[in-house]
């Protein structure tokens, strides 16, 4: 917003969801942007004419300040009205990734940090937490050295698996086949680990209790289906349905299938809606599998150029 008129703007509706004032200072390359909201609550914000946004400081209505620190456009401290402070620190290849991030309290003392490592391909690799490498005491009283680390696996930059520090695999996805580029389309399965968090006999088999979701894509529609894994049956889906738009991409509906009963749910917009309804695309009417009217919109309200909309629940 840098270049706008010098000057304070106020919003004193009070229809309008946001009410407070807006201060403008600076010059056509730079400026000050104060926003102070009817609660108390300030915001202070700089701008460039090369695009830069900050958000500098934060005061509560009594005067408590969280002030941020930047070094270029890196964000190198967040500091609250007590002293107590975090501190990022960047990766000397991938500059705008942070590499470490430490917590201080009011007396300067580290109170715990964690690390960020990155592969060659800039991927987040390696994530220590607080406790990786400390000294812990056992319920026998010998000692051992924590391992806080996830590891992420990737397939050009597609993430495919998370293992959680205990070796147990957190997250599985596959996708559609890739193309000769090394792109990936689009996750078909998604796999999460069951209550008893243990791999199965041969390291990524699913155990009997893993929780998978499907994706199946079709022309309008995608198909997510949810099922505990079953060696025998894995046709025992809860499925849910999403219809698309072909235009706007919207969903207008979506049916959920249970043991072979199908329950819809219909969106209604935001056609014939006012036109910021449109631009927006917000539903103007929701219909349940009951054919009860969950959301009405009754009336629309622009206050400056963000429209908002007021609406009420119906139940039948």
Known sequence: MSGAPAGSYGNANPSDPIRGSFTVSGNATSSTLVLTLESGLVLNFSATLSGT???????????????????????TRVQDPFGRRIEFAYDATFTHQVRTATLYDNQGAVGGSVLYEYNSAGDLQYFHNAID????????????????????EYQNHYLKKITDPRGTVRLTNSFENFNTSGQAGRVTLQ??????GRPGANGDQY????????????????????????????????????HFDATTQNITSFTRSVESVNACTQFEGPDPAPPAAQQFSQPMHITDFLTHTTLQVTQLIQPFTTPYFRHSHQFQ
């Open 53 to 75: 946004r900050k958000l500098n400081s934060v005061t509560d209505r009594f005067g408590k300040i969280i002030a941020f620190t930047y070094s270029g456009n890196n964000l």
């Open 191 to 196: 796999t999460l680990p069951g209550m008893d």
């Open 133 to 152: 490498g400390q000294t812990v005491k056992k319920p026998d009283g010998t000692t051992r050295t924590a391992n806080g680390v996830t590891t992420y």
């Open 207 to 242: 155990t009997a209790d893993d929780v998978l979701t499907q994706y199946v894509y079709g022309s309008g529609n995608t198909a997510v289906n949810d099922a505990l894994y079953k060696t025998s049956d894995k046709q025992n889906w809860d499925k849910v349905t999403y």
